[in-house]
């Protein structure tokens, strides 16, 4: 009886820990992973990641936020995303230049940001344009593919594949 009562102490104790932190609360359930930006949190000038395999509604065409991940066009921008249901700006590990941005088409960089055993990756390469043919001025953005890499302390690293645009 004695046993039964103590290791029922334990998964409650275990139980209420874990939804003291919204990262571990949703372990295993579908909030765990990155969520969608609301709209207003991607605006402005700044790199926009959707990760494929998550759909955002609405999505980026419709006018809605349409992105997991935005940082500012500046190298050693913080990064804004959602996870296990709360909004997070993760500062970079490098150093901040607000200087104009320095990448071009056809460019590959990485990027980590971490705070509070968390860690975002990614790994930047060209992505497929969608820049209009004949369009005479160009487009002010790049197209953009990334290998995300997201570790929360204690927990195995998730992989995710993201694909967006850098640009105003």
Do not use: N
């Not at 998550?54 to 419709?62: D, I, T």
Request: glycine share 12%; net charge neutral.
């Amino acid at each position: 009886m004695l046993k039964t009562l103590s290791l029922f102490l334990t998964i409650a104790v275990a139980a209420v820990a874990a939804d003291a932190d919204p990262l571990r609360a949703g372990r295993g359930q579908p909030d765990a992973g990155p969520r969608c930006l609301a709209p207003e949190r991607a605006d402005g000038c700044g790199c926009r990641l959707r990760i494929v395999d998550l759909a955002c509604v609405p999505p980026a065409h419709a006018g809605g936020g349409g992105v997991h991940f935005f940082s500012e066009l500046h190298r050693g921008a913080a990064l804004v995303l959602v996870l296990g249901g709360r909004e997070l700006t993760l500062p970079s590990v490098g150093p901040v230049d607000r200087s104009v941005f320095t990448r071009a088409r056809g460019d590959s960089w990485r990027e980590t940001y971490e705070q509070a055993g968390i860690r975002v990756r990614l790994s930047y390469r060209p992505g497929r344009s969608t820049c209009p043919v004949g369009r005479e001025d160009g487009c002010e953005f790049l197209d953009v593919e990334a290998d995300v890499e997201i570790t929360v302390k204690g927990e195995p690293p998730r992989f995710h594949r993201a694909v967006g645009t850098c640009g105003c």
